[in-house]
């Protein structure tokens, strides 16, 4: 599974941002599909996942903030990401898990809030 991901950029304290993800390659096995991000200095963390269900798991800091999507016919996942916060500034990376378990990782895209 190969994941590209797009998107990033600078963005006001307060603005809005969307990054998307396609991915290709063996896409039948995938389950989940999501966006972890890290900070400078800081480890990777969850930010969401979606399952192919349509499960939806956010990391408390992004709840009513963030809505990731997901377009199983397109092979793609989406993090609409509004009303972000210097702390939002990160790497941000799509992910994949087959249904065997095994992580797929993207790129990084970097997201910059400035305040």
């Known amino acids: 599974v190969q994941l590209q991901a797009s998107g990033g950029g600078s963005v006001q304290s307060g603005g809005s941002l969307r990054l998307s993800c396609a991915a290709s390659g063996i896409i039948f096995s995938i389950n989940d599909m999501g966006w972890y991000r890290q900070a400078p200095g800081k480890q990777r963390e969850l930010v969401a996942v979606?399952?192919?269900?349509?499960?939806?798991t956010y990391v408390d800091s992004v709840k009513g903030r963030f809505t990731i999507s997901r377009d199983n016919i397109k092979n793609m996942v989406y993090l609409q990401m509004n009303i972000v916060k210097p702390e939002d500034t990160a790497v941000y990376y799509c992910?994949?898990?087959?249904?065997?378990?095994?992580?797929?990782w993207g790129q990084g895209t970097e997201v910059t809030v400035s305040s």
């Open positions: 992910y994949s898990k087959s249904s065997s378990d095994v992580p797929f």
């Open positions: 979606i399952t192919r269900g349509g499960s939806i």
